[in-house]
């Protein structure tokens, strides 16, 4: 079976702060992508990568930055964490063709 | 937005009735998928229906597409209470999914 994990569950960090949410798959998948769920308005895509090193800009990217170094590994980056980036993150993995994706757990982010 | 909109963004059922929640986009449909998420979970890929298909099926799901509407339903048959959850489309644009804001079902017992 296709495992995505992310480093957290639950995050609580403080205005200012920098943060980083780690995203890991074991399938071997090309690209990656970097979500956050509100209510209301569904998954929107912050980030994604089809390629180690490579990176495209989503719908949301703003205040957040990715890195893939590795294959398996994606993470996303909040520079100066905001309340207004208080969310569920949720990380996914997929072969090209963009078909199914694979998500995480998610990470329920807490900004005071 | 190119984001998808769902209807109803709510449904209650009683377990053994049928649900059926819609989705449409603004812009044309591509392969479109189908996602689940159960409460505080990541989402669980359902199905995925192709531009050129019309109708799949998958046990008790049956997924329609209407391209020229740009929309897509999804059927869930003779619901349980395990059905409980938020229903995602997802439409292929380009190389990412744009997702829908999600129908929540809610099967009593």
């Known amino acids: 079976d296709v495992k995505v994990t992310q480093s957290s569950r639950y995050l609580v960090k403080r205005t200012g702060e920098k943060v980083f949410l780690e995203c890991v798959q074991d399938?071997?998948?090309?690209?990656m992508f970097w979500y956050r769920q509100d209510p209301g308005l569904g998954l929107r895509l912050i980030y994604f990568?089809?390629?180690?090193?490579?990176?495209e800009k989503g719908d949301i990217p703003e205040g957040y930055s990715v890195s893939r170094e590795k294959k398996e590994r994606f993470s996303l980056i909040l520079e100066s964490a905001s309340t207004n980036q208080t969310s569920m993150y949720l990380c996914?993995?997929?072969?090209?063709?963009?078909?199914?994706?694979?998500f995480g757990p998610g990470t329920r982010l807490l900004v005071l | 937005s190119q984001q998808g909109e769902e209807d109803p963004q709510a449904l209650s059922i009683q377990e053994g009735e049928n649900a059926t929640m819609n989705c449409s986009y603004k812009?044309?449909?591509?392969?479109l998928q189908w996602y689940r998420q159960n409460s505080g979970r990541g989402l669980v890929h359902l199905i995925l229906?192709?531009?050129?298909?019309r109708e799949k099926h998958s046990g008790r799901l049956r997924v329609t597409l209407d391209t020229s509407k740009k929309s897509s339903s999804l059927l869930i048959t003779a619901s349980r209470a395990a059905d409980t959850a938020s229903y995602f489309c997802?439409?292929?644009?380009?190389?990412?999914?744009?997702f829908g804001k999600g129908t929540t079902l809610s099967v009593s017992s």
């Open positions: 996914a993995s997929g072969n090209q063709g963009w078909e199914t994706q694979y």
């Open positions: 399938m071997d998948h090309e690209n």
């Open positions: 990568s089809y390629d180690v090193k490579m990176k």
């Open positions: 812009t044309s449909i591509n392969n």
């Open positions: 229906i192709r531009s050129n298909e």
């Open positions: 997802a439409n292929q644009a380009g190389t990412a999914l744009i």
